[in-house]
């Protein structure tokens, strides 16, 4: 039976931690309730960043490997100088690149429920 806590063992020395950790709060949710919400924050940034640089690198990809898809018909509308098709495919992009910022937002209120917009 694992009762006592050290806070060696988590290496989160933050006073809501300890605070968790001294009122007998048992590990698995110190954990994902108090530290690993906090630590979430930053790699959903990064990750909802680097989604749309991943959408942004279909063309040379898809051009590249000889991939039919989304990068590969932005490359033959541009080379055919279809121009409301490459129109088109920017707004998806652009739809897919605010869809990613609003699910990271929603995914911060999610994590901290400090976090409130109005």
Do not use: C
């Not at 806590?5 to 290496?11: E, P, Q, R, T, V």
């Not at 098709?85 to 690149?97: C, D």
């Amino acid at each position: 039976m694992e009762t006592l806590y050290s806070l060696a063992d988590y290496d989160l020395s933050a006073a809501y931690i300890r605070t968790a950790i001294i009122k007998g709060m048992p590990r698995r949710r110190v954990i994902l309730h108090h530290a690993l919400r906090n630590a979430l924050l930053a790699p959903i940034t990064i990750i909802m960043l680097h989604v749309n640089w991943l959408i942004g690198g279909l063309v040379v990809v898809e051009v590249i490997f000889g991939y039919p898809g989304l990068g590969q018909y932005i490359y033959d509308a541009a080379i055919f100088g279809d121009f409301n098709a490459v129109e088109a495919a920017a707004m998806i992009l652009v739809v897919v690149a605010v869809a990613t910022r609003l699910i990271g937002d929603f995914a911060y209120t999610l994590l901290n429920p400090r976090i409130r917009y109005a």
